[in-house]
């Protein structure tokens, strides 16, 4: 037998507002059929004035907890992944906190930007597993749209809000059992200016809007995200073909295509979701899998990679036996 973080609950939150591409050009000077033809994009979802990061990180949350049949006491760990917190500080993972009722555990928020999930998986998993706590919720949760700048159209079209949660218990189990079997995580500093927010508490006192040289974070996208992949793979002896559905950061339908490509992994293993929820950052992969959940293609048993690239460059991928 051995420790392992199960997954034992998902869930899913979405502002109440859709922006459709049609919507959007009639702001902005783009067009329905370039969002489409680019990225797979069709519509987002905004958040209103009485929605924020931690209010959709809340419902994800309750609605993963409902899944796992747990109430808010008896988590000890909450990270929250998120590049749109609500303030500067305290970290939105202790307003989660306190809306669930899970005071007294430990709580805090992982910066990855889109990476941002994967990371709060691998920190929450080792902390699970070395028995810091027993039951965690891992959260990945923006409101990307605070941060666009509407003026650019480059960037402003491909964003979205929303939030995906998911509860880990430890669990003993058999060698072929449940859990998170391994997790990669990377980062390249050297990218920052490639897509990056341009402003920050301690640089200009101002919360910045995003900047982004699409077409090279795309080139680095593909590469990176086909490495990471196949090393979690490798990592544990499994092989492409082993693999029951692949859960990718949603920030473009080519890049998706294109990874899932470049390792042999059949377009009808892989979750799609940017077309309805656009890019949501670190919210795209939990986002992703609860949707796959409920609707019931990702079943008890499933093979599953979860993989998302973003801002720093940041990279990573988890490999789940659900
Ligand atoms: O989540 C973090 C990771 N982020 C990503 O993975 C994003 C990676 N990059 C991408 O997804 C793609 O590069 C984009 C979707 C951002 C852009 O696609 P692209 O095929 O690389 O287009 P481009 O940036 O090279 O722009 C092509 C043309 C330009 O016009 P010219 O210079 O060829 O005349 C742009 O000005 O499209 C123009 N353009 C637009 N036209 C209509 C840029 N944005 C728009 C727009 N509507 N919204």
């Known amino acids: 037998m051995i420790r392992r973080s199960v997954i034992t609950g998902t869930g899913s939150a979405l502002p109440k507002r859709v922006v459709t591409n049609q919507e959007l050009a009639k702001q902005v000077d783009t ?58 500080f305290p970290a939105s993972a202790t307003i989660v906190q306190d809306a669930l009722g899970a005071n007294g555990g430990i709580a805090f928020d992982v910066a990855a930007v889109c990476s941002g999930f994967l990371y709060a998986l691998g920190v929450a998993d080792s902390m699970l597993r070395t028995g810091m706590a027993e039951r965690a919720l891992v959260i990945g949760a923006e409101t990307m749209s605070r ?35 391994v997790t990669h995580l990377h980062a390249d500093g050297a990218h920052n200016q490639l897509l990056y927010v341009d402003g920050g508490p301690s640089s200009t006192q101002t919360v910045g809007h995003i900047r982004m040289k699409g077409r090279e974070v795309f080139r680095h996208a593909v590469t990176n995200l086909a490495d990471v992949l196949s090393n979690v793979l490798a990592d544990q002896g499994f092989a492409p073909s082993d693999v029951d559905w692949v859960v990718p950061h949603q920030a473009n339908q080519r890049i998706i295509d294109a990874t899932a490509k470049k390792l042999d992994l059949p377009a ?31 079943k008890p048993g499933n093979l599953v990679v979860l993989e998302a690239m973003g801002g720093g460059f940041t990279w990573g991928a988890s490999l789940v036996r659900m």
């Open 31 to 88: 067009s329905d059929e370039w969002i489409v033809e680019r990225s797979g994009i069709r519509q987002r979802y905004i958040a209103g004035d009485d929605e924020t990061t931690s209010s959709l990180a809340t419902d994800a949350a309750r609605a993963a907890l409902a899944a796992a049949g747990l109430e808010g006491h008896q988590i000890g760990l909450i990270v929250l992944a998120t590049a749109t917190p609500d303030q500067t």
């Open 147 to 181: 941060i666009v700048d509407w003026n650019d159209r480059a960037t402003c079209v491909l964003f979205g809000d929303g939030a995906g949660a998911v509860v880990l218990e430890a669990r003993e189990v058999a060698e072929d059992g449940p859990g998170l079997l």
């Open 268 to 298: 009808e293993r892989v979750v799609l979701t940017v077309d309805r929820h656009a890019n949501t950052s670190a919210a795209s992969v939990p986002l992703a899998l609860d949707t796959a959940v409920r609707d019931g293609r990702i």
